[in-house]
């Protein structure tokens, strides 16, 4: 290794150690004169393998964080005020998904209303943003997810989210599936029993106006003197 390979290498190594933010490798070659700092990352990387802490890219960021294995030797406890609800993990996962997503179209999704205090905790908790907005009839807002999300789920991007055959292996979507199957059941059977009663009322209508007719029918010949001799 050439000695101003070692100099940048320190450098990077540095800058990180000392920002309180994840950096992306272009901010780094800002600090750094516009050097190409993206080997000394990869060194770096490498170097920091298997140690007590390590260097590694979120959302194309890079910061030091403790060892996966040693993190529980590490960890405070403190009082956790808010546990995620279920509507909030729901809402997460939809906007982890389809990113950038409005709220009316993650209403869509989840077939019920969102409230506002659902979103809002998801952005206290620094795992979803507001991305700007859609360009439609009323430029509704839309919601993506942060660095602060790849960072706490150990996610280099959104292309390492579970696939849909992961989620089934690790039967994540089976009581989704056979709710979504007693629902369409249940749908089914609603449209069913309607065309049943619609079918019956339409028998009875036909039967009552045949009825009125016959009726017309047997009052207009008893209004016609008998011409019979």
Do not use: C
Request: no cysteine; net charge negative.
């Amino acid at each position: 290794m050439s000695h101003e390979m070692d100099d940048l290498l320190r450098a990077v190594e540095a800058t990180l150690f000392a920002s309180e933010e994840p950096l992306s490798a272009e901010q780094i070659s800002a600090h750094l004169e516009g050097a190409d700092v993206r080997e000394a990352l990869r060194e770096l990387e490498t170097h920091y393998a298997g140690r007590g802490i390590a260097l590694v890219e979120r959302g194309r960021r890079w910061h030091f964080q403790t060892a996966p294995d040693l993190a529980h030797l590490l960890r405070r406890e403190k009082e956790q005020l808010r546990r995620l609800s279920r509507a909030a993990t729901e809402v997460l996962a939809i906007i982890a998904y389809h990113e950038p997503v409005s709220r009316a179209e993650i209403e869509a999704i989840r077939g019920v209303q969102t409230s506002a205090g659902t979103l809002d905790v998801l952005m206290e908790a620094g795992w979803v943003r507001a991305a700007g907005r859609r360009e439609v009839p009323g430029r509704p807002v839309i919601y993506a997810t942060t660095n602060d999300f790849l960072s706490h789920f150990g996610l280099a991007s959104r292309k390492d989210l579970p696939g849909i055959d992961e989620l089934k292996a690790a039967g994540l979507l089976d009581p989704v599936e056979d709710a979504f199957d007693d629902m369409m059941e249940q749908q089914a059977a609603e449209a069913e029993e309607k065309r049943e009663e619609g079918a019956k009322t339409g028998s009875m209508d036909e039967m009552g106006v045949a009825g009125e007719e016959d009726w017309g029918d047997q009052a207009s010949a008893l209004e016609k003197p008998d011409q019979s001799v």
